[in-house]
């Protein structure tokens, strides 16, 4: 296997998890499940013992504080701050030129929760020989659920053991057709994690994105160092193209394949979603936080409290939470609608 | 009319309108329902322009300086400091005792609110009309729904242009014979409400439960002045058999009347009860408080927070409540158990 580097991508505006997250400490920097936060927890599944070199950190500027912070136990982390968002096709490249061409990237996004991290390792194993080769390689989550907020990959013919070339890219689909997809079996979550080999990723997407490779090289050459931390010049990388990865350079190139990733996945897209991750007792209902909390008659509820008791009666299916000097209250089926809260658009 | 002086009784635990409610300041010195509490709503209904005395309020020391505080405007007012608690028929023998036996007294508790002061006012100006000429006088307060908690009276043959005999009393109904009241139409609740000539209520006591009578005389006799207050004997007031007025006179008296009163009234029983009693949007939802509240997709909620900010999403029939360190969040149907929470036992 070769030696693989993380590339882990941080950045979020944290209103869809308000007000626990908040634009100033967004989801990546939070510990919704377990003791560690989504960053520290996407660090330690890359350990070196597994194989793994240290992480580059593609973040920015206001997130610096937080991902320093949390990085203090990944020795021969670098950090490369964004001078400004230019989407994921960007900041990847931002990683890639600043590594050997023969280096193994896996890109893994820092606001997810993988249950398993076994199941993460051996998936991320078998993606490495297979970008080793050549192939851009996405993990194919398995699909559990008819979501119709995730793009879909559609498994083609098989190139490994575990691997598949890549059939087809598919934007969110409405309902019916992730219930078809669900049915069909060879359809998984395109959950933004990939792994390319640096020359590989470059060559991709200088061939269907010149405009961003040229802009990333130049905005690195004309970078500047200081310490473990990266700045590309800003003037230059502002004029960068935004796109995303999958629209870059994934649905372009002929060499996408796919390693199904059956890992216990979660994007944490909502708070419904928090609480599916969490562990629940027999009545479905999570408690988080520091806050005492009594439930009588609760199911399927989740209160998460940062202090003040907490005392429901009666309730199903519905998420509480409470942040400072905000209270938090929504059904599962009114998660969507947190991120337009007056609250957690006006931060 | 004859002079009348109202009695206010107040007392209470507080705990089914926890959190709001405390043992420490538990529902009639709360402002529940618009901006005074229910005890200075009590007494702003007693004006003497209306025909009323200065009030005799009879509460225990653990009320004292909520009472002494919220009487503030009301000159002459007497405060009557029970040494413990010895239930209604004592409390109000402890004013009669302080009173001229020709005065009309006009027994109010203290935790209830009344919608309609005008129709308070002519049913207590009914009342003490009855009650000079020796009845002993219920307010009988039009039945709305098929409550189980309160008791009945059945009315009886007219006594005057408003009055009736009470034919009947009846203790708390089970939800069958609560509806066949209701349809009925000469059944009304109990509110706790009575007009009493003071020689005629300390006859019927000294007759039916002689041992109230006499220990209140006694205690009353062996009493202290302080002020506007006036400390009935401790040990003596200890030993008086405790039993509320409904046992101990109205249903053994051959004098029992009832006036109508259809005032809009509401015992505030429970956090549904008071939700009842307030202004409601068009969806039914009631603000209360001064924290900010954002609704969304809700109908039939009422949000009472003493300072953070509560958003709430998609619920239906539901109660919030933020105070202090708690935030209580109950169904309607879960209401009754409000007082079982730990929060509100362990006070």
Redesign the interface.
Known sequence: MPVIVPVILCGGSGTRLW?RSRASKPKPFLPLVGDSTLFEAAVLRCPAAGGFAPPVVVTGHKHLDHVEQQLAGAPGAQVIVEPSARNTAAAIALAAYRLPEDAVMLVCPSDHHIGDADAFAAAACAAADLAAEGWLVSFGIEATTPETGFGYLKRGEAISGTGYRTAQFVEKPDLERAKAFLAEGIYAWNGGIFAFRVKDFLAELTAHRPAIAAGVADAVAKGTEDGQRFHPDAATFAAVPSDSVDYAVMENTTRAAMVPADMNWSDIGNWHALHEALDRDDNGNSVRGIGDV?L??CRNVLVD?D?????????ED?I?V?DG???????V???Q??G????AVNQ
Do not use: A, F, Q, Y
């Open positions: 007000p009594e009588v008659d409290s202090g003040p008791r907490v005392s429901v009666i009666g309730l519905v509480v409470v000097n905000d209270i938090m209250i929504t059904t089926s009114g998660v609608k947190v337009k809260l007056s609250g």
